[in-house]
């Protein structure tokens, strides 16, 4: 059974920054097409950024673009999400997510689709970001 974990949640001022780390365990790191995903209170949940973890393509959401950056280090089977210039608007409770990997450009248009939640299999319980202005 896969189990995905985040950590690194936190408040901070507008202008910030703060890393997000995600723990996979139960399947092999290498062959995963991750994402982050965050939901703000009243607000569907939408795709942040992700990758592929074999292929290293990534992809973010325009609304992010320039200031996230997402990483991972395989040999300890975790991703990052560094999240820089950070704004209220960011403010939400951030997921990790899993989905096995497919090859090819899975991955990615899986994270650019409207419904990209519905590709991932196993979740993180949440951490949350406050920004404050």
């Known amino acids: 059974q896969v189990q995905v974990a985040e950590s690194g949640g936190g408040s901070v001022q507008a202008g910030g920054s703060l890393r997000l780390s995600c723990a996979v365990s139960?399947?092999?790191?290498?062959?995963?097409?991750m994402g982050w995903f965050r939901q703000a209170p009243g607000k569907e949940r939408e795709v942040v950024a992700g990758?592929?973890?074999?292929?290293?393509?990534?992809y973010y959401a325009d609304s992010v673009k320039g200031r996230f950056t997402v990483s991972q280090d395989n040999a300890k089977n975790t991703l990052y999400l560094q999240m820089d210039g950070l704004k209220p608007e960011d403010t939400a409770l951030y997921y990790c997510a899993f989905a096995p990997a497919t090859g090819g450009p899975f991955c990615v248009a899986a994270l650019s689709s409207p419904k990209a939640h519905l590709y991932f299999s196993s979740w993180g319980q949440g951490t949350q970001v406050t920004v404050s202005s």
């Open positions: 990758i592929d973890t074999d292929a290293g393509s990534t």
């Open positions: 139960g399947y092999p790191y290498s062959s995963a097409c």
